[in-house]
T-cell receptor, first 115, second 112 residues
Framework: KAGVTQTPRYLIKTRGQQVTLSCSPI?????VSWYQQTPGQGLQFLFE???????NKGNFPGRFSGRQFSNSRSEMNVSTLELGDSALYLC??????????????FGSGTRLTVV | DQQVKQNSPSLSVQEGRISILNCDYT??????FLWYKKYPAEGPTFLIS?????DKNEDGRFTVFLNKSAKHLSLHIVPSQPGDSAVYFC???????????FGKGTHLIIQP
């Protein structure tokens, strides 16, 4: 079966702009989580969605938001981009969510560079 | 405050030998621990996990040990193979929808 698909793979944006990243989970998976990976902070939890509802959010400013659609696809949006938002953004798909207890499958990520 | 720490940024091991990757945590509420492996330009891949009610879990060449009193876990890979060269992340969960808390990773290099 198809894995987790993240688009686009690479993105370059200018400070102050906004960006939308997309994630299509594995068919049948209802939970999508987002993580940010940077060299300094490592992998950090952004938020988790299950059946179109945000169930939890990590310690990120309100400029980071997301949503999930009825087909379980998810988007995350970052507004007013800052240089420090340059990172690899990873989407993780799972059947039920729950902190990875039930198995996360990660996508290959979107590499965002803010200039 | 880093709740999951991997104190060795890199580790070099000879092919065929045992690789031991270590991880420490501070939050006693964590009840589930996982190891992920990551190659460049790919997402992390799940390797093995352990619940806090166990002290050992084995899967082929991979064994994870959990010492709750020391808040320490380790991943043993025996024997180490060239394809094991990757970055290994330790992660912990409190359950619910909290998400995983990751360590910063250890770059394992298997030397021929």
């Amino acid at each position: 079966k198809a894995g987790v698909t993240q688009t686009p793979r690479y993105l370059i944006k200018t400070r102050g702009q906004q960006v939308t990243l997309s994630c299509s989970p594995i068919s049948g998976h209802r939970s999508v989580s987002w993580y940010q990976q940077t060299p300094g902070q490592g992998l950090q939890f952004l938020f988790e969605y299950f059946s179109e509802t945000q169930r939890n959010k990590g310690n990120f400013p309100g400029r980071f938001s997301g949503r999930q659609f009825s087909n379980s696809r998810s988007e995350m949006n970052v507004s007013t981009l800052e240089l420090g938002d340059s990172a690899l953004y990873l989407c993780a798909s799972s059947l039920r969510g729950g902190g990875g207890h039930y198995g996360y499958t990660f996508g290959s990520g979107t590499r965002l560079t803010v200039v | 405050d880093q709740q999951v720490k991997q104190n060795s940024p890199s580790l070099s091991v000879q092919e065929g030998r045992i690789s031991i990757l270590n991880c420490d945590y501070t939050n006693s509420m964590f009840d589930y621990f996982l190891w992920y492996k990551k190659y460049p330009a790919e997402g992390p891949t799940f390797l093995i996990s352990i619940s806090s009610i166990k002290d050992k879990n084995e899967d082929g060449r991979f064994t994870v040990f959990l010492n709750k009193s020391a808040k320490h876990l380790s991943l043993h890979i025996v024997p180490s193979q060239p394809g094991d060269s990757a970055v290994y992340f330790c992660a912990a969960s409190r359950g619910g929808a909290d998400g995983l808390t990751f360590g910063k990773g250890t770059h394992l290099i298997i030397q021929p």
